[in-house]
């Protein structure tokens, strides 16, 4: 008897979704791909703002050789993915200023770093920096492929040689701890210390309660570079929904889907969209598992824990304010204070940022015929914030003071003119929330110890057996490469199911 191939419809087109959508394709399955929004990329996009073009989600773009794999399994050899992607490295890949004066540019090319540090901070730091990147990349080799690029059904799995050896050397390098720590053993300044460890808010805790494990991600980002595409972050979506569709997949878009539907024993048959119902074997599910929760008629069950949040503000100077700047396309300025800064926006009663860190994006440095128009250049000015189920703040009310008080600061701390922004949207807790994302936090439910690896939302809906989530809310977790990774695993859930391997579970 023939076998049609099996039916997938994948919910969402941001990363996560063109990603499972890419391997599910690769295996053999029908995919249709549905989205609420007009176009690809979901929380990574470049939009039109009164005719000034900005990078409104992820700006910081890191191990884009998994963009290449989801473009490998739908047959674009690597020289043609790199030429669609036209990715160019962001150099220096961070500049960090700090209260006291001191700036470091941290260059793309990690063998150049310990130069650049030891130039700022001296040689006894830049050799301490070398150490610390050689570890880094280290706990990365142990990792990546043995605990994250990987589906884990139960404590059996960890039980093989691989995942004891990988679990060993991770000991050896004392990652158990905590990861402030870990980076103090090679970096005694504090300001170096923040370098290696503020990326622990990707993950939504702070450095201080962060453990070691985290060391992942200073890797990818300091360790291996940041890259940027041409014509803005948008253009990673475009070009993996163009691979999808030339595959022979479907996008829908302006297509929200409106419930899932199970047959009496849990088991998905089909999608709705407002009154039409597409029947499909598998589903595979990229919003938030409370998103999810309401498409099935369930109620989830315990409540999570969510990363702070941020206000993003974008805006627009006139080309040339920014030349009086020490300033890249990613600037990083810190106040004086830093446990508290945590404190104040990851705490269970959260409030605003009292002397605060900021992320000034600028995409114009590599980039200006996108980024700077009619004599104006598109900059932006990320503040994290606390959630609204730590802080429920009127932003209504407070948004526009606080975007004052913040340009204002940045004016005050050497960046002149940017008071004089003209600001063209300001996203805030509220209105990510307005978008559907539970808390106020595009940043998903935060890597606490509860809700990391095995013990973070499933890929595997509890009820229903051929639903499966990727994206931010499951594992690995959130951020652009882990949700990249997230679709081959949903991906290799949904095939290995359908191929009856997995099938009475
Ligand atoms: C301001 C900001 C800055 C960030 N900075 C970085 C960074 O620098 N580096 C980094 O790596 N990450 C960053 N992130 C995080 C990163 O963007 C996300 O973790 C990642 O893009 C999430 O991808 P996803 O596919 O899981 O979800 P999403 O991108 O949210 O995609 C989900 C998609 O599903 C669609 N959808 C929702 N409900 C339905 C429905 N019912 N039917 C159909 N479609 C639906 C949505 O419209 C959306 O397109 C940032 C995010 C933001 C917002």
Redesign the pocket.
């Known amino acids: 008897m023939a076998t049609r191939a099996p039916r997938v419809a994948v919910?969402?087109?941001?990363?996560?979704?063109l990603a499972a959508a890419a391997h599910l394709r690769a295996n053999g399955a029908e995919v249709t791909v549905?989205?609420?929004?007009d176009s690809?990329?979901?929380?990574?996009r470049t939009e039109s703002i009164g005719g000034h073009r900005f990078d409104?989600?992820?700006?910081?773009?890191?191990m884009p050789s998994l963009i290449v794999d989801a473009l490998g399994a739908l047959g674009v050899a690597a020289d043609e993915a790199d030429r669609r992607l036209a990715l160019r490295p962001v150099d220096p890949g961070y500049v960090m200023n700090y209260a006291d004066g001191t700036s470091l540019a941290v260059p793309h090319d990690a063998a150049a770093i310990p130069a650049a540090v030891a130039s700022v901070f001296g040689e006894q730091a830049g050799d301490g920096v070398a150490d610390l990147l050689q570890w880094l990349r280290r706990v990365y080799d142990a990792e990546f492929d043995t605990f994250i690029d990987r589906n884990f059904d139960g404590l059996a799995d960890l039980a093989d040689a691989r995942t004891r050896r990988s679990a060993a050397e991770l000991v050896r390098l004392r990652t158990l701890g905590g990861l402030t720590g870990a980076i103090a053993r090679f970096v005694a300044d504090e300001r170096l210390q923040r370098v290696f460890t503020f990326q622990a808010l990707?993950a939504g805790v702070p450095p201080r309660r962060a453990r070691a494990i985290y060391a992942i991600i200073p890797d990818m980002d300091i360790g291996r570079g940041v890259f940027a595409p041409e014509g803005g972050m948008g253009r990673v979506g475009r070009v993996l929904a163009d691979a999808l569709t030339d595959s022979g997949a479907d996008i829908e878009y302006r297509?929200?889907?409106?419930a899932i539907r199970r047959d009496p024993h849990g088991r998905v048959s089909g999608v709705a969209a407002g009154d039409s119902v597409v029947d499909v074997d598998a589903v595979v599910a990229?919003?938030e598992r409370d998103?999810v929760a309401q498409?099935t008629g369930e109620r989830p069950r315990r409540r999570l824990r969510y990363s702070p949040s941020?206000v993003?503000i974008h805006g627009l100077l006139p080309a040339g304010t920014t030349d009086r700047w020490r300033a890249g396309h990613h600037t990083l300025d810190f106040g004086t204070a830093w446990t508290q800064t945590f404190a104040e926006i990851t705490g269970r009663r959260g409030r605003l940022m009292s002397d605060g860190s900021f992320l000034i994006t600028r995409s114009a440095v590599g980039d200006p015929s996108t980024f700077v128009a009619d004599g104006f250049e598109s900059v932006s000015v990320?503040a994290p914030a606390p959630n609204l189920d730590s802080a429920d703040l009127d932003w209504d009310r407070i948004a526009e003071p606080y975007v004052e008080e913040v340009v204002g600061t940045l004016a005050s701390r050497g960046y002149p003119g940017i008071d004089g922004m003209r600001v063209v949207r300001v996203?805030h807790p509220k209105t990510?929330s307005q978008a559907?994302l539970p808390a106020g936090t595009?940043?998903?439910a935060a890597h606490t110890a509860s809700q990391t690896g095995p013990l973070r939302t499933a890929n595997v809906w509890p009820t229903s057996p051929n639903l499966v989530l990727?994206?931010?809310?499951t594992v690995p977790g959130?951020?652009?490469?882990?949700?990249l990774v997230?679709g081959g695993l949903a991906a290799a859930r949904v095939t290995e199911l359908l191929r009856g391997r997995d099938g009475g579970r």
């Open positions: 919910i969402g087109a941001g990363l996560a979704g549905f989205e609420a929004e690809p990329g979901g929380l990574v409104t989600g992820a700006t910081v773009l890191t990707y297509t929200p889907i409106t990229t919003l998103g498409l941020a993003v990320l996203d990510w559907g595009p940043f998903s990727a994206g931010s809310a959130v951020g652009i490469p882990p949700v997230s």
